[in-house]
């Protein structure tokens, strides 16, 4: 079971309390790839990664949301109306190739 936050709003120990609670769960998940025949270089490599297209997916969503509004729930959009606008492959290359080069530079 994933331990909860102490507080529901913020307190000076949020972070560490959080790091807390995922570390069984991500060394299960390095333990897991590495016991699959991977090493460890492209396991934290790979986690990097999926951290920048999770970054870049929430700043996209966020300038979607920013630009039209969140309509989910909002009906005045019609029916029908897509919820997320969708970015072109070669944007979401762009993006995440930028991501990706922010996250390598500042982490180890």
Do not use: H
């Not at 998940?29 to 990097?48: D, F, K, P, T, Y």
């Amino acid at each position: 079971m994933i331990n909860q936050p102490k507080q529901k709003l913020d307190y000076a120990d949020r972070e560490i309390d959080c790091q807390e609670a995922m570390e069984a769960g991500f060394q299960a998940i390095v333990n897991c790839m590495l016991e699959a025949g991977w090493q460890r270089s492209e396991v934290m490599r790979s986690l990097r990664c999926l951290i920048a297209a999770d970054n870049v997916t929430q700043k996209e969503n966020a300038k979607v949301e920013a630009e039209f509004g969140n309509s989910e729930g909002d009906d005045s959009l019609g029916k029908g109306t897509l919820k997320r606008w969708e970015t072109s492959p070669f944007e979401c290359a762009r993006l995440f190739q930028q991501e990706r080069i922010f996250i390598d530079s500042r982490c180890p």
